[in-house]
């Protein structure tokens, strides 16, 4: 059976070659000034589109302002609903009267979005309480939403509550980053009319005409499957300084208003300053006035309050003192204020750090000397939690001998430039989920990096998250797993860390490191994250018992299925991630060039692999075990983590991929986790990812298919929950959404399927860093056609092939960019 490739390096170079499929697979690479024979004037015309509709399967708003597109819903007295809708005319009234039923309208638009709400509102009377709940699925909304609070944004509500007294437009100060539905209701008496609704959209808007990366297929399922995967990834992303802060300028002074996090805003200059004198003037509004002196960063420093006269929270009239260490506060003391302080009068504030001695002075008199050396550096900056606020001016710092570090009246929106304000993120990053939880956490990212760069390239989101994680690391090695993104640089390592999650969840920032050097080519950027890399498997390597294993207990053995109990003893799972970050430790040391560690990894890897086959696998069975402690419950993530990583031998892969199908794909939902009653019954598109890579790098691209129509196929088939996007995990019961209304309908670990499709069947992959020697090498199944683009550092490789089971001839059209280096295959195929 004769295959013809044709490969085109460039406009301007072609090559077609005519090969036994047998051969395909075993030539090397084809040197860019050689051609083979071209192609018969007489071969029939490629069967691939020439001008594909892919863009029309992209979900991303074409406008930052994005408007609802239906209405649901609506009940009580409710008139002109449908003009708050994406060209609508008129408005809508909604009106309650005292005694009376509540009137609602439910916005739909159309898929999921997030960003912050607004309400135009063109009159009112009574000054009624509109509130607005939002939620991903449908079945979940109500006048307070699906009550997923994001914790990393502070646990903010899903709902808010806005009391209308006047026309204008009300905006939101926090994000409701993921949301379909939303539903519209007043709660106290009055009439209020809008005249439109809708979300300023803040994640990622890469537009489908400038992805540097696409799929197209003759299954219009998997395109769909692949967009709504994409596109959750570009709702989980945001921007750098996206965020809203909780600060602001106006009237000539700095509000400093309530950020739920709880964290300082520091000067970003500072941090290697000792001995000050920090000036300022200060008005407190809602309950006190906080600053911060020596701040290394926002989890360690001097934090004093002024309570003010109606403070309930703390004790009315009173200066509070506290040493903040690793994210915690102790008390050094309280001091009753020599007279009440009122809110709406401005005071004079001086605090000065003198080695050891720290003075603080209100309005010209000695309120307080303590003495404590927990901080000897760092800079100054205001702190207020939620429900509190302050207004500040006049800001100076001076040494110790009278020189001016610092001066700034704080009367322009520019003085916010110099800060890192709490609840905006210093960095482009990508979250675990749109809604939920709103944070940076390694695991996801192992998902997030490759499928970000098979779509969009867009690699700061990816590169100023791993920063943020390393930045965190504790002083024994142990890096974050998880961190809010509003976080500014942490000043690595830090004593008490309170990001730490779990072993595994360490491990994974190794790995998304290699992916993200594997795809980029980053050089600087490995050897900058050299020292946190290496202090993570230093950690690791401690965690070793006597059979050369990693052990977990109490206090590290959390893991992804964080509603479940943690996982004790060896467990395999975590010790293939030690495995396989052992591996990539080698690649970036060596990328680094520093071979004594890249040598020692290598070794310590291979005893590793000798230790795990030798005590956590079943040869009997064709199984893992889930650990030493638990040899009966078949666990996915062992098994297919060691067929994806290498561990298990190669001779057994076929076995163990058949044993798993048989003992967990058996709910029409996708695979269980687990075997047994002991865990969930909830399935996970994160660890069906993991299995859908696994059968694809065995060549087992039926079952690969199966999984995705099975998983990915139920989460984008139309229904009361279908987003748009891809979700954090699906009950294995009855395929609903696994964890209720809280679930993350748009879930970044769930994105697999993008690098699966572009990297499989489209069958593009890096061979070496930065794609200095890549191969193409499709997996076709049961597909016609599939065609497409991947990023790469030197411009897109673009791929076109044609043919399926039982057809002969299989053509494929390969375009790199100028310049590029030439494939270290040549293009393949297998099944």
């Not at 607004?118 to 979940?140: I, K, M």
């Not at 911060?292 to 004790?315: E, H, N, P, Q």
């Not at 830090?494 to 290699?514: E, I, K, M, P, R």
Request: aromatic share 10%; proline share 6%.
């Amino acid at each position: 059976m004769l295959r013809r490739v044709r490969v085109l390096r460039n406009p301007r170079l072609r090559a077609t070659a005519l090969a036994c499929a047998g051969l395909l697979a075993a030539l090397g690479a084809v040197p860019a000034a050689s051609a083979a024979p071209a192609a018969s004037a007489a071969s029939s015309p490629t069967p691939w589109p020439s001008t594909p509709a892919w863009q029309s399967y992209d979900e991303t708003p074409t406008s930052a302002t994005v408007c609802p597109t239906a209405v649901t819903s609506t009940s009580g007295t409710v008139s002109g609903a449908s003009g708050l809708l994406c060209g609508g005319s008129g408005a809508a009234q909604l009106t309650l009267a005292s005694g009376g039923t509540a009137p609602t309208i439910v916005l739909d638009y159309g898929k999921d979005v997030g960003g912050v709400p607004f309400f135009h509102v063109t009159s009112e009377t009574g000054s009624p309480t509109l509130r607005a709940g939002y939620s991903e699925g449908r079945d979940s909304i109500s006048s307070t939403g699906d009550g997923a609070s994001p914790w990393a944004e502070g646990d903010s509500n899903r709902y808010d509550d806005y009391p209308v007294t006047a026309p204008g437009t009300i905006t939101n100060q926090y994000v409701q980053g993921g949301e379909r539905y939303e539903e519209l209701t007043l709660t106290t008496p009055g009439s209020i009319t809008l005249s439109g609704a809708g979300i300023t959209y803040i994640a990622d808007r890469t537009q489908a005409a400038d992805l540097a990366g696409w799929f197209n297929s003759s299954n219009a399922a998997l395109n769909q499957i692949w967009y709504d995967s994409e596109y959750t990834d570009q709702l989980d992303s945001v921007p750098a300084k996206s965020l809203p802060g909780a600060w602001s300028v106006s009237g000539g002074v700095l509000r400093a208003g309530g950020d739920p996090s709880g964290i300082p805003g520091l000067l970003t200059a500072g941090s290697s300053w000792g001995d000050y004198t920090v000036g300022f003037q200060t008005d407190v509004v809602t309950n006190q006035s906080g600053w911060f002196v020596r701040g290394k960063d926002v989890g360690d420093g001097y934090l004093f309050i002024l309570d003010d006269s109606t403070d309930t929270a703390g004790a009315a009239n009173t200066l509070q003192e506290f040493d903040e260490h690793g994210g915690t506060y102790t008390s050094l003391g309280t001091v009753a204020l020599p007279s009440p302080l009122t809110a709406g009068t401005w005071h004079t504030v001086a605090t000065t750090v003198s080695g050891s001695t720290l003075t603080v002075s209100l309005d010209g008199k000695l309120l307080s000397t303590l003495t404590n050396t927990a901080h000897a550096t760092g800079s100054v900056g205001f702190r207020e939690f939620a429900g509190e606020a302050a207004d500040f001016k006049n800001l100076t710092v001076t040494s110790s001998s009278g020189a001016t570090l610092f001066s700034d009246p704080l009367n322009s929106s520019a003085a916010l430039a110099k800060f890192a304000v709490p609840g905006t993120n210093q960095y482009a990053s990508i979250l675990d989920g749109a809604k939920r939880d709103r944070a940076i956490w390694s695991g996801d990212m192992n998902v997030e990096i490759p499928s970000v760069f098979y779509s969009t390239g867009n690699a700061a989101y990816l590169k100023g998250s791993l920063q943020l994680l390393a930045s965190y690391a504790r002083t024994d090695g142990a890096t974050a797993g998880d961190i809010p993104p509003q976080y500014p640089l942490g000043t690595s390592p830090q004593t008490g860390s309170g990001w730490f999650y779990s072993a595994d969840y360490s491990t994974y920032f190794v790995l998304g490191l290699a992916d993200y050097y594997l795809y980029s080519g980053d050089t600087a950027f490995v050897q900058q994250e050299l020292p946190a890399l290496k202090a993570e498997l230093a950690w690791n390597a401690g965690l070793l018992d006597g059979n050369g294993l990693v052990a977990t207990g109490s206090g590290n053995n959390a893991d992804w299925d964080f509603y479940d109990s943690g996982k004790n003893g060896e467990v395999t799972a975590y010790n293939l991630l030690y495995y396989k970050s052992l591996l990539d430790g080698a690649t970036l040391a060596g990328a680094a060039r520093d071979t004594t560690d890249a040598a020692a990894y290598t070794n310590r890897a291979a005893a590793l692999k000798t230790a795990i086959n030798a005590h956590l696998y079943n040869s009997g069975s064709g199984l893992y075990y889930l650990s030493n402690n638990d040899t009966t419950t078949v666990a996915q993530d062992a098994n297919v983590l060691a067929v994806l990583y290498g561990v298990a031998p190669a001779s057994d892969v076929s076995t163990v991929l058949s044993a798993l199908k048989t003992d967990l794909w058996t709910t029409p939902y996708g695979p269980k986790p687990f075997t047994g009653s002991t865990y969930a019954d909830v399935i996970s598109p994160f660890i069906s990812g993991y299995e859908l890579e696994a059968s694809f790098a065995a060549n087992d691209t039926a079952d690969a298919e199966a999984l995705l129509t099975t998983v990915w196929g139920h989460m984008a088939a139309s229904g009361p929950e279908q987003t748009g996007t891809t979700w954090e995990n699906v009950s294995g019961n009855d395929g609903l959404p696994g964890l209720g209304s809280r679930t993350n309908l748009s879930h970044g670990w769930s994105t697999a399927p993008v690098s699966a499709l572009s990297g499989y069947v489209l069958g593009v992959q890096p061979a070496s860093a930065g794609f200095a020697t890549w191969s193409v090498k499709p997996h076709p199944g049961d597909l016609a056609y599939a065609q497409g683009s991947v990023p790469t550092p030197h411009g897109a490789i673009g791929v076109d092939w044609a043919g399926e089971n039982g057809v002969r001839q299989f053509s494929m059209e390969v375009t790199a960019p100028p310049g590029s280096p030439a494939p270290r295959r040549t293009p393949a195929t297998s099944t």
